[in-house]
């Protein structure tokens, strides 16, 4: 059973940057298709970002583009989040997730359905 655990989470301004990790335990980390979800008090959990298993496919949801880049190292069964410019609604428990199946591509990541593995989450909150 593979384990996720988040980490990088903090308080900062509206404007700073924060890093997010993942570290995967077993040895199957670079066969599967991962990705980034949160979830905002109130609110469903969301899509955030996905990337494909060598790292050369990204999906954004669309009020993250141009702000967070999902990127992941094999070597070290790692997955991370840069987030920028980051706002009040950006605040939010952050998961990190792993495809359901190895043909589970990052678009079907899109989906709560697309995930196997969730992380405990990392809280994130971005203050005005």
């Known amino acids: 059973q593979v384990q996720l655990v988040e980490s990088g989470g903090g308080l900062v301004q509206a404007g700073d940057s924060l890093r997010l990790s993942c570290a995967a335990s077993?040895?199957?980390?670079?066969?599967?298709?991962m990705g980034w979800f949160r979830q905002a008090p109130g609110k469903e959990r969301e899509f955030v970002a996905s990337?494909?298993?060598?790292?050369?496919?990204?999906y954004y949801v669309d009020s993250v583009k141009g702000r967070f880049t999902i990127s992941r190292a094999n070597a070290n069964k790692s997955l991370y989040l840069q987030m920028n410019s980051l706002k009040p609604e950006d605040t939010a428990v952050y998961y990190c997730?792993?495809?359901?199946?190895?043909?589970?591509?990052?678009?079907?990541?899109?989906?709560?359905?697309?995930?196997?593995?969730w992380g405990q989450g990392t809280q994130v909150t971005v203050s005005s």
């Open positions: 997730a792993k495809a359901r199946t190895i043909n589970t591509s990052p678009q079907d990541m899109s989906g709560a359905s697309g995930v196997g593995s």
């Open positions: 077993g040895r199957t980390f670079s066969f599967y298709a």
């Open positions: 990337i494909s298993t060598s790292g050369s496919i990204t």
